[in-house]
């Protein structure tokens, strides 16, 4: 029989190794894949950070920015911020601003959504278009329909309340102080924040088996208990993630704060965000300004950094 021809191994020339073709793992074709989309995020978001970060360093004012020069002062503008004593009282101000918004809003989103969940056809149909409208509506129109509402010689708000005998409320300025500012503030920004909040929850809510309420009824809980032993266990991590998204969003709040009063009275209502403008556009020291946003950077890294432990153990948990 006719012997199978092997082939002859090749020759390399003298001094040169052989060469072999490496083949890519399929544990590494998910990462190649999405490096492009991680480089196209770090340059789009690391390098403003960075140049901040870089800013903060600087006497960064019109005439440096105008010239193009560079004057690096080391830590000056953190020094300057950080022993103001008002800068503390601000950012004491800012978190209390945000837990109240984030209360409101989750609150009034977990209440929307179990009405979504356990009300009939029209009542579901009925929130779910109001929710959207107040979602959709933009965020200088809020503004501006809530000073009309809590305006003082025409709002609505102190007419309606005349009419019904608290004539205390004639001409009442809602605006005069700090915290009457700010709660008005929160009241605006919940009634935009509670439909995204409304809707994660509800998404969760129809996730839940029905089952599971058949049998904790069966064991004779009552609708707290099973709200407790089945509802929320299963809400839970998206109901901690809609918590951990407000809570970046809310902490940077700008726009409702400053077209209600400017920061005022009396400088009663400034956050981070609107002290950071202050000084940034209004007083042009841009250095300052990067030092304000280099510290609010680091607040929420640090908010980020405890949502993660807290993500970390429910999944070991679970597991």
């Known amino acids: 029989p006719a012997r199978e021809s092997v082939p ?78 008002e800068f503390w009282t601000i950012t004491g101000r800012t978190l209390a601003f945000t837990v109240g918004s984030v209360t409101a809003i989750m609150f009034g989103g977990l209440v929307t959504a179990q009405l979504m969940k356990h009300g009939n056809k ?39 309340l005349v009419k019904l005998g608290f004539t205390s409320f004639t001409h009442y300025d809602w605006f005069t102080t700090s915290f009457s500012t700010l709660t008005i503030i929160i009241v605006m920004i919940a009634w935009q924040g509670v439909p995204f909040a409304a809707f994660t929850i509800y998404a969760g809510l129809v996730a839940v088996p029905g089952d599971l309420y058949e049998a904790v009824s069966i064991d004779g809980a009552g609708p707290w208990q099973a709200f407790r032993s089945v509802t929320w266990p299963a809400i839970r991590p998206i109901f901690m993630l809609t918590v951990f998204l407000e809570v970046l969003w809310d902490f940077k709040v700008f726009t409702q704060v400053w077209v209600i009063r400017q920061g005022g009275p009396d400088g009663g209502s400034t956050t981070l965000s609107v002290l950071q403008y202050l000084d940034g556009i209004a007083g042009s020291h841009y250095g300052v300004a990067a030092a304000v946003s280099v510290i609010m950077i680091l607040i929420l890294t640090v908010i980020t950094a405890q949502y993660l432990r807290m993500l970390v153990r429910s999944q070991e948990v679970l597991t």
Not at 30 to 51: K, T
Request: no cysteine.
């Open 8 to 85: 002859a191994p090749r020759r390399t020339a003298p001094g040169r190794k052989p060469v072999t073709r490496r083949r890519i793992s399929a544990n590494t074709v998910p990462y190649l894949l999405l490096a492009p989309a991680v480089l196209a995020i770090l340059g789009l978001l690391g390098w403003p950070v960075v140049s901040v970060v870089i800013d903060s360093f600087q006497d960064l004012g019109p005439r440096q920015v105008n010239l193009h020069l560079t004057e690096w002062i080391g830590f000056a503008n953190y020094r300057e911020i950080l022993t103001d004593p």
């Open 122 to 160: 029209v009542v579901r149909l009925i929130l779910q278009i109001s929710l959207l409208f107040a979602w959709a509506m933009p965020i200088i129109s809020t503004t501006t329909v809530f000073q009309f509402i809590f305006d003082q010689n025409y709002g609505i708000l102190n007419k309606t």
